[in-house]
């Protein structure tokens, strides 16, 4: 597509249900990252993807957080259990090859956990 | 670690007046920089980035950016402001041997008519 997709863009659901956010990258963009932007804690970086190599998972702060990859293309980030604390936007960016290019936003999933 | 300061949370300025948004990082080699703004309910966008060369850097929309390594700065400029660059602008760094952007917590800008 033309830009970086996520889906959806406000979800807001009950502390500890699980919820699901989709990243759908530009076509042809081998890199993959999410990013949490919240009040106080300005941007994080969660996790990074490029191409089949395995995921820079550094950024994910606790193993309720895991995140997926499929085909190179579309990403999910699953966040289990939710906590209040999860309250942010998610931001979801792709770049050709390497952040040196930069990177290319989504207009973010905004989660509000009740 | 790298890390990336903006020390104005919020700056007004008038419309058609100067524009310095300040950022300094903290990094011992030569930093990866960059500039993005988020306007409201959107993603970020790049304006800038500096890698090497020309410590003056142009981006769009008439932003330009000068490193200072003597300073660890990398202050966003812009001569004459428009209504439509009131935003949150974000200064970057990459982390070394990383595809890792370290972000500053934002300067807010608001522009008066």
């Known amino acids: 597509g033309a830009g970086v997709s996520q889906s959806p863009s406000n979800k807001v659901t009950e502390k500890g249900k699980d919820v699901e956010l989709r990243c759908d990258p530009i076509s042809g963009h081998t890199a993959l990252y999410w990013y949490r932007q919240s009040l106080g804690q300005g941007l994080e970086f969660l996790i990074y993807f490029q191409g089949n190599s395995a995921p820079d998972k550094s950024g994910l702060p606790s193993d309720r957080f895991s995140a997926e990859r499929t085909g190179g293309s579309v990403s999910t980030l699953t966040i289990q259990r939710t906590q209040q604390e999860d309250s942010a936007v998610y931001l979801c960016?792709?770049?050709?090859?390497?952040?040196?290019?930069?990177?290319?936003f989504g207009s973010g999933t905004r989660l509000t956990v009740v | 670690a790298q890390s990336v300061t903006q020390p104005d949370i919020h700056i007004t300025v008038s419309e058609g007046a100067s524009l310095e948004l300040r950022c300094n990082y903290s990094y011992g080699a030569t930093p990866y920089l960059f500039w993005y703004v988020q306007s409201p309910g959107q993603g970020l966008q790049l304006l800038l980035k500096?890698?090497?060369?020309?410590?003056l850097v142009q981006g769009i929309k008439g932003f330009e950016a000068e490193f200072k390594r003597s300073q660890s700065s990398f202050n966003l400029r812009k001569p004459s402001v428009h209504w439509s660059d009131a935003a949150e602008y974000f200064c970057?760094?990459?982390?070394?041997?990383?595809?890792?952007?370290?972000f500053g917590k934002g300067t807010k800008l608001t522009v008066n008519p």
């Open positions: 970057a760094v990459l982390q070394g041997g990383s595809e890792k952007l370290v």
């Open positions: 960016a792709s770049s050709l090859v390497t952040v040196l290019r930069g990177y290319t």
């Open positions: 500096y890698f090497s060369g020309d410590t």
